[in-house]
């Protein structure tokens, strides 16, 4: 099976779980909403992509955290999206889950969808307790305070910003989520898959704040021009839009290096690549040159 | 040590694990505003006291159970109060989050605090692993969808209410979670335990609906009246005060007559008793006899 229809399936599971009867009709369907159709399910591909390449012994243990944190990313968006953060009208090109179903179901989604992210982990047949446990701590800890993506958000309430922390929890940390995760489903020690998974967090960043600047609500799906509007810390307003590119491409190759040794090792690098060609926005593409795996 | 200081201190320790340096500090403030001073942390305490009832082996995994329950209720009290759903201004005498510190800041604690609440339970030292999942997968399940307090306030939104469905899971929910997960954490079977949490869960609602009825905003901490306001089902607009009163004390007499036995099963009974003493408005204390426990 595919990596997307492994996570399509794994994240269909979770879903029909909470909209079981007696579920109150809107929330259910406001759930469904949320997370179908997915984007491009950046952070559980990479994770599985880990699993895999670290043997995949436990697959549905890691199908599970791959649901886990793809409902996590959707919860984040819907709650991001909410009228007291960004007020964003749109969401993957169809009106956000607050403009849809109302505000209170926006919420109460976000809330469902985070309680959803640790039942599916808990619920995982067969699975060795420690390493369900393990999973739920790591997913608590990138998700959270004060590390995870709940404290980069919170960065945005400060009058001082600690830049590297708020960058590390608001765009690294589900990264980083997934390759820890991937590793530790797949019976792996967590720590040495960090560093990749920081670095690519790092790239998704800088593309992001790219995207940002340089593409328009149409082609994003959401509104655009958000960083500069309002006034929040980014690579193109630091680097311009050339030094951005290149610093896109410098940590690209650096997470491409930092992947450790394992059996397969190769392919990840290559589905790392391939990542970058998708985050790299097309209007900077041309500034420079795709970054080359080593060896290849 | 007695309850109050063992859920104090249980939830004093997460809190500070929530707000270690680098945290965003207004954020880290919101968190322990939303949870200190606590209210009568009637649900920690009812889970302790189930556990107790039990033998209690395992006072760490208690601790952490009762932190994360009581971690739960706060949330769902910080996103209650949001401007879209009670719009409320105050909670326990004082301005509520999103009035003390900014809309998105509330959105954050309440997410956060979800968060937390199973790290609680996930870092607990020494605990069994499989015991640990299971309070992770019951806490999941009391408050997520289709049958926690999110499928409660779900119920708000639909035009037609399951109300057995919407009472079970709008109130009775966290105090099914806190005598299961009190079982669970002493190594019991949850499942004898679900009748007297909720039949104490039911009590409640009733016990809320007859204060929102009868008692001032200054005596609540919150405002008054908001069910006939909202239009809400309540127990006060069916029964009338006199029925609502009756019908609270013949569900408490219920509750402690369901209790499995066990052998701190008399000590257990008292506590409830006690609860009940706490929960009945003192308006309507005075309109029968409180509830007799067997046997005393």
């Known amino acids: 099976m595919s990596l997307n229809a492994r996570i399509d399936q794994a994240v269909g599971q979770t879903i029909r779980r909470a909209q079981r009867s007696p579920a109150p009709?809107?929330?259910?369907?406001?759930?469904?909403?949320?997370?179908?159709?997915?984007?491009?399910?950046?952070?559980?591909?990479?994770l599985l992509s880990v699993a895999l390449a670290c043997g995949d012994p436990n697959p549905r243990l890691s199908d599970a955290a791959a649901a886990a944190l793809e409902l996590m990313h959707c919860a984040s968006l819907v709650h991001d999206d909410l009228p007291c953060f960004d007020n964003a009208?749109?969401?993957?090109?169809?009106?956000?889950?607050?403009?849809?179903?109302?505000?209170?179901?926006?919420?109460?989604?976000?809330?469902?969808?985070?309680?959803?992210?640790?039942?599916?982990?808990?619920?995982?047949e067969g699975a060795e307790p420690s390493k369900a446990l393990e999973l739920v701590l790591t997913l608590a800890k990138r998700t959270g305070m004060p590390l995870g993506i709940c404290a980069g958000q919170g960065w945005e309430s400060e009058s001082k910003i600690d830049l590297s922390a708020y960058h590390m929890a608001k765009t690294g940390a589900l990264?980083?989520?997934?390759?820890?995760?991937?590793?530790?489903?797949?019976?792996?020690?967590?720590?040495?898959?960090?560093?990749?998974?920081?670095?690519?967090?790092?790239?998704?960043?800088?593309?992001?704040?790219?995207?940002?600047?340089?593409?328009?609500?149409?082609?994003?799906?959401?509104?655009?021009?958000?960083?500069?509007?309002?006034?929040?810390?980014?690579?193109?307003?630091e680097f311009g839009v050339d030094g951005a590119t290149q610093r896109l491409r410098d940590i690209l190759a650096g997470a491409i290096a930092s992947i450790p040794s394992c059996p397969g090792e190769a392919a990840l690098a290559r589905m790392v690549q391939a990542t970058a060609e998708k985050i790299i926005p097309e209007p900077a593409r041309h500034r420079g040159m795709t970054p080359r795996i080593p060896g290849e």
């Not at 997915?38 to 952070?43: L, T």
């Not at 704040?209 to 655009?224: I, N, T």
């Open 25 to 46: 009709d809107r929330l259910a369907a406001a759930i469904e909403y949320a997370v179908t159709p997915g984007g491009a399910r950046i952070r559980p591909t990479i």
């Open 89 to 124: 009208d749109m969401r993957r090109g169809k009106p956000s889950v607050h403009r849809a179903y109302s505000e209170p179901l926006a919420v109460l989604t976000g809330d469902s969808l985070i309680i959803a992210a640790f039942e599916a982990i808990a619920k995982t």
């Open 175 to 237: 990264f980083i989520a997934a390759t820890e995760m991937g590793a530790i489903a797949a019976g792996h020690d967590a720590e040495p898959w960090v560093e990749l998974g920081a670095r690519i967090g790092e790239a998704f960043q800088v593309a992001d704040d790219l995207r940002d600047a340089l593409m328009d609500e149409a082609s994003l799906g959401k509104p655009a021009g958000q960083d500069d509007l309002h006034g929040r810390p980014n690579a193109v307003a």
